[in-house]
């Protein structure tokens, strides 16, 4: 089946640097990808919608200078956290659709990259 | 986008049929019920989706009424290993088919 890929898994950083995560779709395209967060314990946050080709659509209150989301071909998009601060400190996944299986395919998760901020 | 309402946690056994119904009164009539399945540390997997009467696949089947206005995930004889948080989604074409997460179901299979 379609595999949707992070890189890296899991990331500690110092406080004020910035970090980038890659989402790669394996085996197919994908003109959109989606970016959420999760908390211990929480549930997954969306924070924006990644588009091949133009700029993403962050979702009410992400901050988009903050996290900054590239999607530069049809099987990668980045998430970049910058200046990163403890509170940044989450889950981070990704998600694809594989648009063969038309709007309503399956949507594919990666396996989550987890930032730790120090 | 429909709000989704599920029971916070459930328990069952080992070789028990689960039924965790979830709740969507504002679903919209292109939208579409999606379920997936999270361990901890990992990412989401699907599990099924369906618009409305029955699905079934190899592993789950999904009731959805005449109204819409829920459904049912249907797990059979559940294991220990099915020990996950399980969330139902209402995608919609209008918004892009991304889908929101709500607070999912804790189900704890105990032998």
């Known amino acids: 089946g379609a595999v949707v890929s992070q890189h890296p898994s899991r990331v500690i950083c110092k406080s004020g640097t910035s970090v980038k995560i890659e989402c790669r779709s394996l085996?197919?395209?994908?003109?959109?990808m989606f970016w959420y967060r999760q908390f211990p314990k929480q549930s997954l946050m969306l924070m924006a919608t990644?588009?091949?080709?133009?700029?993403?659509?962050?979702e009410q209150g992400v901050e988009k200078d903050k996290f900054l989301i590239n999607h530069a071909s049809l099987t990668l998009s980045t998430l970049t956290v910058t200046s990163a601060h403890p509170e940044d400190s989450s889950f981070y996944i990704c998600?694809?659709?594989?648009?063969?299986?038309?709007?309503?395919?399956?949507?594919?998760f990666g396996e989550g990259s987890r930032l730790t901020v120090l | 986008l429909a709000k989704t309402t599920q029971p916070i946690s459930m328990d069952s056994y080992e070789g028990q049929e689960v039924n965790i119904t979830c709740s969507h009164n504002?679903?919209?009539?292109?939208?579409?019920i999606t379920w997936y399945q999270q361990f901890p540390s990992q990412g989401p997997r699907f599990i099924i989706q369906?618009?409305?009467t029955k699905v079934t696949n190899e592993v789950a089947s999904l009731f959805i009424p005449a109204d819409r206005k829920s459904s049912t995930l249907s797990l059979p004889r559940v294991s220990l290993s099915d020990t996950a948080v399980y969330y139902c989604?209402?995608?919609?074409?209008?918004?892009?088919?991304?889908?929101?997460f709500g607070a999912g179901t804790i189900l704890r299979v105990k032998s």
């Open positions: 085996d197919f395209q994908a003109t959109t």
């Open positions: 369906g618009y409305k």
């Open positions: 998600s694809a659709r594989d648009m063969s299986g038309g709007y309503t395919g399956e949507l594919f």
């Open positions: 504002n679903i919209a009539t292109n939208d579409y």
């Open positions: 990644s588009n091949e080709g133009s700029k993403a659509t962050y």
């Open positions: 989604l209402v995608a919609s074409m209008e918004y892009g088919n991304k889908l929101v």
